[in-house]
């Protein structure tokens, strides 16, 4: 795969194929943000930006009653280097969600603007991965998600207003988070190599036009199947 990586860089600009070998070196699915049934598309449109920019690969959309809407102003480009994985085909996609992840390994944390939750500060990132769930605006999340989560978690306010806006909180919660990790050295927080070089080659396949003909050419003289 690295030498279709590397055959594949003779398609991009030399400044473009060395950005994205910086990026991808902190990529990370350790932690995933997951939205249920979010109202207003230009806060999950920020929540898309938020997490490319602080190299979380991974993105969980739950979608029951309000559909994922992106604003194209606000993203930036960014869905172009977000996994953004939607859940909107079951009668309950929440549930369907976090029995997902549980079997791939996450912990569920979930956000909670009351005081018997416990403070993101105190939030032990060495117990594993985690998905984050945030509820819609008004409401915050549903019972569903209560009784699946694992824990629950809140951002202390010291003004009068109850909450952060839900992209702030996003982006606040998994900063923080990141932090933790970072110093806490958790070994397996970014990708292994394997991992970002599938990452690596899904993005230049999208950077690169005609990029499954070009692919097919380097398979017929190499004898590969890629």
């Known amino acids: 795969m690295e030498n279709l990586i590397q055959y594949l860089s003779q398609f991009v600009s030399p400044n473009r194929f060395t950005q994205m070998q910086q990026v991808v070196k902190n990529r990370t699915e350790y932690v995933v943000p997951v939205l249920e049934d979010i109202e207003q598309p230009q806060n999950a449109s920020a929540v898309i930006r938020t997490c490319d920019c602080l190299g979380i690969n991974k993105l969980c959309v739950i979608e029951n009653k309000n ?15 977000v996994d953004i994985k939607r859940y909107n085909t079951k009668p309950n996609n929440t549930i369907e969600c976090l029995t997902d992840l549980k079997k791939q ?34 409401t915050g999340i549903t019972k569903n998600v209560a009784d699946m989560s694992d824990e629950f978690i809140t951002i202390p306010m010291c003004g009068f207003t109850e909450s952060l806006n839900l992209s702030v909180s996003v982006a606040v919660v998994l900063y923080t988070l990141k932090q933790a990790a970072i110093t806490n050295g958790i070994k397996d927080f970014f990708l292994n190599t394997q991992q970002q070089n599938i990452l690596m080659l899904s993005w230049l396949k999208k950077c690169i036009a005609m990029s499954t003909e070009i692919i097919n050419r380097y398979n017929l003289e190499h004898g590969t199947n890629f």
């Open 67 to 81: 559909e994922f809407g992106i604003y194209k102003d606000i993203v930036r480009g960014s869905t172009k280097w």
């Open 105 to 138: 390994g996450y912990r569920i944390l979930s956000t909670l603007p009351r005081k018997e939750a416990q403070k993101l500060s105190q939030v032990d990132i060495n117990k594993g991965k985690c998905a984050v769930v945030f509820g819609s605006e008004p």
